[in-house]
């Protein structure tokens, strides 16, 4: 079960990123900043995942020389280029990682212009209330 306000929480941050010039983020960024620890923010965003806020992939990292693996799975086993060799694919080298998808991104991106503009009315109302003071 996802906690409610963790998962506000990883919201908020997700809502920031989306706005910052980062695409892909690793669970570890949103559990040192929010200090989450990893079971619980991996387990929400994978739900977060499953609502279509984000993206979820996995990233193939060799243990030798800690280079990304593009060459897919054979028989558990995954070719390294810079090693040249075949490694076995285990829970070690084989690493989550998050992106926002388009539709929440676009959708946090329209926000922040709502926003903007409720700041303006607010001092469009001050000028007004202001003017108002005035003429009396
Ligand atoms: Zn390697």
Redesign the pocket.
């Known amino acids: 079960m996802v906690d409610f306000w963790m998962t506000q929480n990883v919201i908020q941050w997700i809502n920031e990123f989306s706005v910052s010039a980062y695409r892909k983020f690793y669970p570890s960024a949103p559990a040192k900043d929010l200090g989450i620890d990893m079971k619980n923010i991996f387990e929400c965003l994978v739900y977060l995942a499953d609502q279509n806020m984000l993206e979820l992939e996995y990233e193939k990292r060799?243990p030798?020389?800690a280079?990304k693996?593009y060459e897919d799975e054979v028989e558990g086993f995954v070719y390294?280029e810079?090693?040249d060799?075949d490694?076995e694919l285990t829970s070690d080298v084989v690493f989550p990682i998050f992106s926002v998808s388009e539709n929440y991104r676009n959708e946090v991106k329209k926000n922040k212009q709502v926003q903007k503009n409720n700041l303006l009315l607010s001092f469009a109302r001050k000028k007004l209330q202001q003017s108002l003071c005035d003429s009396f």
């Open positions: 060799c030798e020389c280079s693996m390294c810079s090693c060799d490694i």
